[in-house]
């Protein structure tokens, strides 16, 4: 089966963006997906690899993060299915 493709744009506190996409990086196991999701918002920086360097970007540098598709495995406490 093919892994879906996510867009994430960072949004900087200067008024920049950096898109990037890649494969969703979840696992078969929901409850262990939630928990990585968890540990991700409680970091305080993003790190990817990108074309073989690695990325790493401090939240206070960030306003916020989107992704698209969302993870389905979301923890507790995440509102669903809101509209902008």
Same mark, same amino acid.
Request: hydrophobic share 45%; no cysteine.
């Given at each position: 089966?093919? =892994?879906?493709? /996510?867009?994430? /744009?960072? $949004?900087?506190?200067?008024?920049? =963006?950096?898109?990037?996409?890649?494969?969703?990086? %979840?696992?078969?196991?929901?409850?262990?997906? %939630?928990?990585?999701?968890?540990?991700? @918002?409680?970091?305080? =920086?993003?790190?990817?690899?990108?074309?073989?360097?690695?990325? @790493?970007?401090?939240? $206070?540098? @960030?306003?916020?993060?989107?992704?698209?598709? %969302?993870?389905?495995?979301?923890?507790?406490?995440?509102?669903?299915? %809101? =509209?902008?």
């Amino acid at each position: 089966m093919e =892994k879906i493709e /996510v867009s994430m /744009v960072v $949004h900087f506190t200067d008024g920049t =963006k950096l898109p990037l996409s890649f494969p969703r990086q %979840a696992g078969d196991d929901p409850i262990i997906n %939630a928990a990585d999701i968890r540990n991700a @918002i409680e970091s305080d =920086k993003i790190v990817a690899e990108v074309d073989g360097n690695l990325i @790493i970007i401090p939240f $206070h540098n @960030i306003t916020y993060v989107s992704l698209s598709p %969302a993870p389905p495995e979301l923890p507790k406490g995440i509102i669903r299915n %809101a =509209k902008l």
